[in-house]
């Protein structure tokens, strides 16, 4: 099966043709936006539609053109659902829905998170889904921080989620602190090369009160606290090394998610294989240390290629491969504020 995938939830533009099983992605192109965003310190609803709107039709053609494929060789066309910006998702949707009506071919809805989740398939190493599965895998974007148990494409338990800021929020609104642009997350790992992450004591997202876990889950992630003590510390130590800050607030947030991971795996000995995904997972930091953890329990790091952690089309046209998703009724709805995966904690 062959299809094309447009994903355009937030402030990337995205097109990717994908095939499978095995999975290829034979063309995947994203046009950012961040520029036009950053001035803005960061994401602006009406902006990104803007930009959608005028990306989209170039983007298509290009992923089209680099997939050596004819309209005709596609099976299908997928678009994000949700969760994101509605004026943004409706553009997607739309240039999908005339697509497939156009072409005669189904149109499949997708998940945005799930196109995060499953984008460890297109993991480097890609073995297959019997050889990876169970696997656990941190997904960190700028707006989710989750711990998920994949047993299968398709069956999925949520261990834990932040019960306030994402992983990704935290170093963006770190960084806005730390006087650096948007997005903060690549700024952070950027200014703390060199520096000194045992220099403040932050404190560590992970939190283990009986009201935590029963609002994220047994791997519960609290960030806010962090945000906090950042601000007290540059408000009472305003002398301390900028690199040192950056370096320890970036290894309080790592912190958090490789005790999760590292707890997690203790519990389930079943676990095959570790993976991050997500925005977030493009952190040398943390794959270094997830690559570490996973030696430990003798489980296998799965790498996401850093193009397939941010926002991209390829891991929404994965979706579909991997799992059968029901075709969607006409007209596709379109769900800003579809839940985590509707999952709920166990
Ligand atoms: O998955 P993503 O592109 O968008 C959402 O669906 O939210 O993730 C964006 C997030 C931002 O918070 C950004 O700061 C973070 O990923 N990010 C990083 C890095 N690159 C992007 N965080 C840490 N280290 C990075 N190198
Ligand atoms: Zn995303």
């Known amino acids: 099966m062959r299809l094309l995938a447009i994903e355009s939830s937030c402030d990337e533009t995205a097109a990717a043709v994908v095939e499978g099983l095995p999975l290829r992605v034979r063309a995947s192109v994203v046009a950012s936006q961040i520029l036009s965003h950053q001035v803005h310190g ?178 519960a992630f609290s960030f806010s606290g962090l945000k906090t003590a950042l601000r007290y510390h540059l408000e009472r130590e305003p002398g301390t090394a900028p690199q040192d800050v950056a370096a320890a607030y970036q290894s309080a947030v790592m912190n958090a998610l490789v005790t999760r991971a590292r707890q997690a795996l203790e519990r389930d000995p079943d676990i095959r294989s570790l993976a991050c995904v997500g925005g977030v997972a493009r952190n040398h930091l943390l794959r270094h240390r997830l690559q570490t953890l996973a030696g430990e329990h003798q489980a296998r790091f799965l790498t996401v290629p850093l193009a397939y952690c941010t926002d991209n089309a390829a891991m929404i046209g994965a979706v579909p491969l991997l799992r059968p998703l029901p075709h969607s009724p006409e007209p596709a709805a379109i769900h800003p504020n579809l839940p985590l995966l509707g999952l709920q904690l166990r």
């Open 42 to 219: 960061g994401v602006v609803p009406e902006l990104a539609a803007r930009s959608h709107l005028e990306a989209l039709q170039p983007v298509i053609r290009q992923a089209m053109e680099a997939s050596e494929l004819d309209w005709s060789d596609l099976d299908a066309v997928a678009a994000t659902q949700g969760p994101g910006l509605s004026s943004s998702l409706l553009l997607g949707m739309g240039a999908a829905r005339a697509l497939a009506a156009r072409l005669r071919r189904p149109l499949i809805p997708v998940h945005h998170m799930e196109g995060h989740l499953l984008s460890l398939f297109l993991s480097e190493e890609a073995p297959s889904v019997a050889e990876v599965c169970p696997a656990l895998v941190l997904l960190v974007t700028g707006g989710h921080t989750a711990l998920v148990r994949v047993t299968a494409p398709g069956d999925y338990t949520l261990l834990g989620r932040s019960i306030d800021d994402a992983a990704g929020e935290a170093l963006d609104k770190g960084a806005r602190l730390l006087g650096l642009p948007y997005p903060g997350g690549p700024e952070i790992e950027a200014l703390a090369r060199g520096g000194n992450a045992d220099a403040v004591a932050f404190p560590l997202g992970a939190p283990d009160s009986e009201e935590a876990h029963r609002r994220g889950g047994i791997a």
